[in-house]
């Protein structure tokens, strides 16, 4: 007596596992790339044609206010809401950058802001030997 086996092996993969996993990683990334930007005050950079593809770990960003009068800027660290007086940013960013192998900090300056003001910063880069990196917006 011949038994036949009524079963047949498929052939065919489940696609729903493999939807599932490219909709998480969607949504990751979704959610990692609003991280990506540390400045969080609305500043109008300048513009500019050559872009640094180098990654920053202290960002300063400095805003006019020229309203209040024609020097009035406030400066932030990492995109802090809260205004840092001019002289407590050498040592917070010393602190920030201590012990780090290739030390850079970036400058997000308002596209008013008076040029002492941005080169005030980079003499405090100067002095400690870090890399400064002028942050723009692509032309």
């Known amino acids: 007596m011949a038994i036949k086996r009524s079963t047949k092996v498929d052939a065919g993969i489940s696609m729903s596992s493999m939807?599932?996993?490219?909709?998480?990683?969607?949504?990751?990334?979704?959610?990692?790339?609003?991280?990506v930007n540390p400045?969080?005050?609305k500043l109008l950079l300048p513009k500019s044609t050559g872009q640094v593809s180098a990654k920053a770990t202290v960002s300063v960003s400095i805003k006019h206010y020229p309203e209040k009068g024609p020097d009035v800027v406030s400066y932030h660290i990492n995109g802090n809401q809260k205004p840092v007086a001019f002289s407590e940013i050498?040592?917070?960013?010393?602190?920030l950058l201590e012990?780090?192998?290739?030390?850079?900090?970036?400058i997000y300056a308002d596209e008013s802001v008076p040029v002492?003001?941005?080169?005030?910063?980079?003499?405090i880069a100067k002095r400690n030997?870090?890399?400064?990196?002028?942050?723009?917006?692509p032309e």
């Open 19 to 35: 939807t599932d996993i490219v909709f998480l990683l969607l949504i990751f990334f979704l959610v990692t790339s609003t991280l």
């Open 39 to 41: 400045n969080a005050l």
């Open 90 to 95: 050498e040592p917070a960013v010393q602190e």
């Open 99 to 106: 012990g780090q192998e290739d030390p850079t900090f970036s």
């Open 116 to 123: 002492k003001e941005v080169v005030a910063l980079m003499n």
């Open 129 to 137: 030997r870090y890399k400064v990196i002028m942050a723009t917006s």
